[in-house]
């Protein structure tokens, strides 16, 4: 794994503090429910000393929406203000990827719900987030990757899912930190993904009268 490390930085006397919004910068990010199973079940098998769990979002752009249909698991580890990403391991993952399907680009990263006891968006995002989006902004082919946090907490009997884009600040034309702004975000299922969900559903239930039904 490689290491990076956050580094505070303290603001001039008199700064000029100025956002780095981009032109083309992404308003939209449509979901399909792949990408939020794949997120809870690489949530629940994490290892139980573990904080939240990370990953490689792919999909495509076009224009300032972003559609995320797929995504992988990628090893990371958190201490401190430091962080340890396996970078060979998205390299390796996204080639194979790219193999079977040559129309996907990353167009981000995903990650579980960090922790902490608040409950509005920005307590989602922990310190360590802004060096995780700068390698996937290397990463992505727009530089302008999505963060989609999935809150995993529970904290009202619901999983919500947000998506995150992220704007420099600029003090005096010199980077000084990142803001993590929230992005309008859907859900959207395609045929396929809706009949193996209806299959999953109903299965389920299949499954309870028939063992209902059963005699001892």
Request: charged share 25%; with cysteine; glycine share 8%.
């Amino acid at each position: 794994m490689t290491s990076l490390t956050s580094a505070s930085a303290s603001s001039p006397s008199s700064p000029a503090l100025l956002l780095d919004e981009g032109v083309d910068s992404v308003t939209n990010v449509i979901v399909h429910p792949l990408v939020l199973l794949h997120v809870l079940d690489h949530h629940s098998r994490r290892q139980e000393a573990s904080g939240r769990v990370i990953g490689t979002l792919l999909g495509r752009r076009d224009g300032r929406t972003v559609e995320v249909t797929n995504c992988f698991a990628v090893p990371h580890a958190e201490r401190g203000d430091e962080v340890a990403i396996g970078k060979d391991f998205n390299k390796q993952m996204l080639a194979l990827h790219m193999k079977a399907n040559r129309k996907e680009q990353v167009v981000g990263w995903y990650a579980s719900a960090a922790l902490g006891e608040g409950e509005d968006g920005p307590d989602l995002i922990a310190d360590t987030s802004s060096l995780i989006h700068e390698f996937y902004a290397g990463e992505s082919d727009e530089g302008d990757p999505i963060h989609l946090v999935v809150d995993t907490r529970l904290k009202e009997d619901a999983v919500s899912v947000r998506a995150y884009r992220s704007t420099p600040v600029l003090v005096q034309g010199e980077p000084l930190a990142n803001l993590f702004h929230e992005l309008r975000l859907t859900m959207e299922t395609n045929e396929p993904e809706a009949i193996c969900l209806n299959k999953m559903v109903t299965g389920g239930e299949m499954d309870d009268k028939t063992a209902e039904g059963e005699e001892p």
